[in-house]
């Protein structure tokens, strides 16, 4: 047991939270680039009550308006353009996980000369990892990243199709407003792939860590049991607040460092999935459906032991049924039905992707993420022919 943890972000969490931006925004600074997505937040009047919070504490704001999912690095340089043309001291995100990343990197771009691409990790370290950024606001309208609470950021080049990341300490927002009532409008689909990505921060870690991280399992563990009971609710009936918010926290939680802290675990399954929405510009959270129940299968026959864990505290396959193997094959099953049952695609072939470019898919890869023999990190690490092997089986 050896580790460090650090988390900066003030998380106030409450229905009706938003009411309070101008208060937090005021701590900041006076005059913001306010980020948002696609138009979803004008639709549902989050946008509205953003704004009167902000002119009744005497914020100014100029907008950025037309994050895309999987947002672009070309959006990143248009928002810090704009911040830097209008003197913003503080940037907020009022949007999804793309919302929330782009206007990460638009606050730390705002201070470096160069093109903001060179901060994001492609191959080998980043050229420039950012050291500093103007303060972030982050006020989440989706369940699923966690990025109003982490110090990440996944931005995509559409010219040369890579997806990659940044995590650097300037990119922790200092506050994240997390209200669920933001959440209502998400549409079924959208909020089933979000529970998907949430159980897939944690099973990164889960069955990438290192061994000996008994209160981290539990952690793990409690954070899927309680997507699992929470997230169909949700689905099922978008007006349920209480769902919503018990979703929601599970995703801050989730991925905010620390069911991970000490586990030391690689995210090999993110890192396939990320290839596949550079590629297809398909949704994160769904393609982590079709990705993950594969992954695991592939990962199971190198440690059953652990796989059957999950099988028998998560998925209630009994300790006398079959043998270990068996068990974890069950657990797995278990995981995809209900993965289907919330509505996201479990194959490949239900996001229009089919079997000519799986090589390019496994390269791609592995130019993102490769240790010093040439593999995916993961346990087990993956070669070139094994990711391509894991996304046939995903056909
Ligand atoms: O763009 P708008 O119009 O806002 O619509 C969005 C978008 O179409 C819509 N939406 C969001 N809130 C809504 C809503 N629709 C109705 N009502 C609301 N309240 O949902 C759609 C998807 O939004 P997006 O932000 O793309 O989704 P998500 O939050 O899943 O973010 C996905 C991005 O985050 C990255 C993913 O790779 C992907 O690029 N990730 C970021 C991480 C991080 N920073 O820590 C970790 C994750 O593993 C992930 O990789
Ligand atoms: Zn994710």
Redesign the pocket.
């Known amino acids: 047991m050896k580790f460090e943890f650090y988390n900066p972000t003030r998380l106030i969490f409450a229905a009706g939270a938003l009411a309070r931006l101008g208060e937090v925004t005021r701590e900041q600074g006076k005059r913001a680039l306010l980020v948002?997505?696609?138009?979803?937040?004008k639709k549902?009047g989050?946008f509205d009550r953003a704004v009167a919070s902000l002119n009744a504490a005497g914020i100014s704001f100029v907008e950025c308006a037309g994050?895309?999912?999987?947002?672009r690095i070309t959006s990143v340089v248009r928002g810090a353009e704009r911040a830097r043309a209008e003197g913003c001291d503080v940037v907020i995100a009022l949007?999804?996980?793309?919302?929330?990343?782009a206007a990460k990197v638009m606050a730390a771009a705002v201070f470096y000369d160069g093109d903001p691409w060179d901060m994001i990790y492609h191959g080998q370290p980043a050229p420039h990892v950012p050291v500093r950024s103007l303060p972030i606001i982050t006020v989440?309208?989706?369940a699923?990243?966690?990025?109003e609470m982490?110090d990440?950021?996944?931005i995509?080049n559409a010219k040369t199709i890579v997806?990659s990341?940044v995590s650097a300490e300037c990119l922790y927002p200092r506050v994240a407003l997390v209200d669920p009532e933001?959440?209502?409008?998400?549409?079924k689909q959208?909020t089933a792939?979000?529970v998907c990505?949430l159980i897939t921060?944690v099973t990164e870690g889960y069955f990438n860590g290192v061994d000996g991280t008994p209160l981290q399992d539990r952690f793990a563990e409690g954070t899927v049991i309680t997507a699992m009971e929470w997230g169909p609710r949700a689905v099922a009936n978008g007006a349920d607040l209480e769902a919503r918010a018990q979703v929601q926290w599970a995703s801050v939680v989730a991925?905010n460092g620390w069911v991970q802290v000490g586990v030391n675990a690689a995210f090999p399954v993110?890192m396939i999935e990320?290839v596949l929405?550079a590629h297809h510009d398909v949704?994160?959270?769904a393609g982590l459906a079709v990705v993950n129940p594969a992954w695991m299968r592939f990962a199971a026959r190198d440690r059953p032991a652990r796989f059957a864990q999950f099988a028998e505290r998560i998925w209630g396959v009994p300790a006398t049924f079959g043998n270990e193997a068996a068990r974890a094959r069950e657990g797995i099953d278990r995981f995809e039905s209900f993965l289907r049952g919330l509505g996201c695609p479990t194959r490949l072939a239900e996001l229009g992707i089919g079997e000519s470019q799986l090589q390019r898919y496994a390269e791609d890869a592995l130019h993102v993420a490769h240790d010093r023999q040439g593999r995916l990190p993961g346990r087990p690490s993956l070669s070139k022919d094994e990711i391509v092997e894991v996304l046939r089986a995903a056909l």
């Open positions: 948002t997505g696609g138009g979803s937040v549902n989050v994050v895309e999912p999987n947002p949007g999804g996980g793309s919302t929330m990343d989440p309208t989706l699923a990243t966690g990025s982490n990440g950021a996944v995509t997806k990341f933001l959440t209502l409008s998400v549409p959208q792939f979000g990505d921060h991925l993110h990320h929405s949704a994160h959270g």
